[in-house]
């Protein structure tokens, strides 16, 4: 056999395998120790408008180390730790300040999900014990709200569930533990509980593998649901199954507690007949991870992504390797439509004490790179994030991390991984200062401006070094609800760049087009980027209105 025809063979074998192996390794970013102990560990959280994070973890892990103030005291007869606690199980983060205030839930919010109504409003839903029917609302403010709760706001117990923003500015909350069902809120006339029987065919007995459900708004205003191994574009309006997309190669969970997670890759071409969408789901635990777990043995974790245009008429599934096996990791939207990988375990699953070797570095994936040359490897946290951690991004481009506990209780000794009450900011390489002569810097819209579906906004903005037109691009971001390693509502629209006009002393115009459907953009509160040579300015936020 000639050395020619050798490796003829090699690079054809190479080509036909199920998954594009070929990464590259970059070591980029840098971390940041923002506060050693908040008192509680960030188990969900929230952006809101005024560039407050909301964070809460459970009230049945014990006495936290926030107390409540002015001596203040919860008493609730039906908690399982304490049945008066004076301390906190929730926080208000002060972006700005670095500071951090104690809230309080009364029941307890173990496990629930939330998103942000059109005024900026967080509705959280459900929970566990007597939290788990409760609707919780928070409004942003400069001074001392809180959490105020509606004690039968739901129609069933939402425990693991996921919730999605609709156009019509409701909320769809979907599934939870022994929920095989939907319902909405706010609430019409009748209360309103709709089966949905994928959640059941999705069900792995003893394991489940299909909470918190991966749900996307598609383009034409149906979901996108992924449970466990596969998906469906549901016509909840209808209570219809439109499509039923292929299982994801090798069939292996991906949902809780195989948990991996899940985006909606950015949205481009808004303004073309037919808009495309895509959505990639990564990590997670390989099948039977779960009962191994519970006897001890840990399963390396799965360190695939599968990636699908579900606007397809035949979508297919492109499987691609990451660089590091990852369970329990976080996906965030970067303003630059670049995907953060962050957080997690190498081996076991979610649950507690089931997850092993803990994932310290990040990766950032390129969707726009050619595929085998889409993942880098950034630089190490020292602070293992394991079960019940979170990530969301921040109005400066940084992502804030934060949570881990895979205990029933707050405990700091004597374990592999402690519980965790620290913050940290993890800032990708498009914050490094030697980018500062190309970063933009939005002169106009003002913060908090108001903007509506489909006219022309012109977006001002500065650069002290040369400009390169066709590089400048305008993204909106929708601020996410972060839990169990998905971020609930994530988005990312690509405005793009009609046309550039350029003004004196290092000032341009550049005009885009807003959104002409809430298909596309669900109403709400968004953060607006100017993005120049891959490097975006600090965002501000706007209020999408119809």
């Excluded at 919860?74 to 908690?79: A, E, L, Q, T």
């Excluded at 949905?196 to 003893?206: R, Y």
């Excluded at 004597?414 to 800032?427: D, M, Y």
């Amino acid at each position: 056999m000639s050395p020619a025809f050798f490796l003829c063979v090699l690079l054809l074998c190479f080509t036909l395998q199920p998954c594009h192996r070929i990464f590259t390794s970059a070591a980029g970013g840098r971390w940041q120790l923002l506060q050693k102990s908040i008192g509680i560990s960030a188990m969900h959280m929230q952006l809101l408008n005024n560039d407050r994070v909301i964070i809460f973890d459970r009230t049945d892990f014990g006495k936290s180390q926030l107390p409540l103030p002015n001596g203040k005291c919860r008493n609730d007869p039906h908690d399982t730790a304490l049945k008066v606690d004076c301390t906190a199980h929730s926080a208000e983060y002060n972006v700005q300040t670095n500071t951090f205030r104690a809230l309080t839930v009364q029941t307890d919010v173990w496990c629930s999900a939330g998103a942000l109504m059109a005024d900026g409003r967080l509705i959280q839903t459900g929970g566990f014990n007597d939290g788990e029917r409760r609707v919780r609302i928070f409004t942003p403010c400069n001074g001392n709200c809180d959490w105020v709760e509606i004690e039968y706001g739901l129609a069933a117990r939402r425990w693991y569930p996921t919730n999605h923003i609709l156009p019509d500015g409701r909320q769809i909350i979907i599934g939870g533990r022994k929920q095989f069902n939907y319902e909405f809120y706010p609430k019409n006339t009748a209360p309103g509980l709709f089966n949905l029987p994928f959640l059941v065919e999705t069900n792995d007995h003893g394991a489940e593998n299909n909470l918190y459900p991966f749900v996307h708004l598609n383009v034409d205003g149906n979901l996108f649901i992924f449970a466990n191994n596969r998906a469906i574009l549901f016509d909840y309006v209808n209570n219809k199954v439109v499509k039923t997309y292929p299982m994801i190669p090798g069939g292996d969970p991906r949902n809780y507690p195989s948990t991996g997670s899940s985006v909606l890759l950015p949205l481009k071409n808004l303004q073309a007949s037919a808009i495309q969408a895509e959505v990639l789901v990564c990590g997670g635990a390989p099948k039977g991870s779960f009962f191994n777990a519970k006897k001890g043995n840990f399963v390396t974790a799965l360190n695939t992504c599968g990636r699908i245009r579900i606007t397809d008429p035949n979508p297919q599934w492109v499987m691609e390797t990451m660089p590091q096996a990852r369970v329990m990791g976080d996906m965030t939207l970067l303003p630059d439509g670049t995907v953060l990988i962050i957080n997690g375990a190498g081996a076991g699953t979610a649950g507690w004490e089931y997850g092993r070797n803990p994932v310290l570095s990040p990766v950032i994936y390129r969707p726009d790179n050619p595929i085998g040359s889409r993942f880098e490897v950034q630089n190490p946290t020292t602070i293992p994030r394991m079960y019940h951690s979170t990530a969301v991004l921040l109005r400066d481009g940084r992502v804030l991390v934060g949570g881990s506990n895979p205990h029933i209780y707050y405990v700091f000794t004597g374990v592999l991984f402690p519980t965790e009450l620290s913050l940290e900011a993890f800032s990708p390489d498009y914050l490094d200062p030697k980018f500062n002569n190309i970063r933009p810097t939005i002169v106009a819209p003002v913060n908090q401006g108001i903007l509506h579906y489909g006219q022309k906004q012109t977006v001002r903005f500065s650069c002290s070094g040369p400009l390169v037109q066709n590089t400048v691009v305008v993204t909106l971001v929708a601020p996410s609800f972060t839990t169990h390693s998905f971020s609930m509502n994530q988005r990312l629209l690509v405005l793009g760049n009609n046309k550039i006009t350029v003004l004196r002393g290092k000032t341009y115009d550049v005009e885009v087009t807003i959104p002409t459907s809430a298909a596309l953009a669900p109403s709400g509160y968004y953060l607006m980027f100017v993005i120049h040579r891959s490097i975006p300015s600090n965002g501000i936020w706007i209020h999408l209105q119809s």
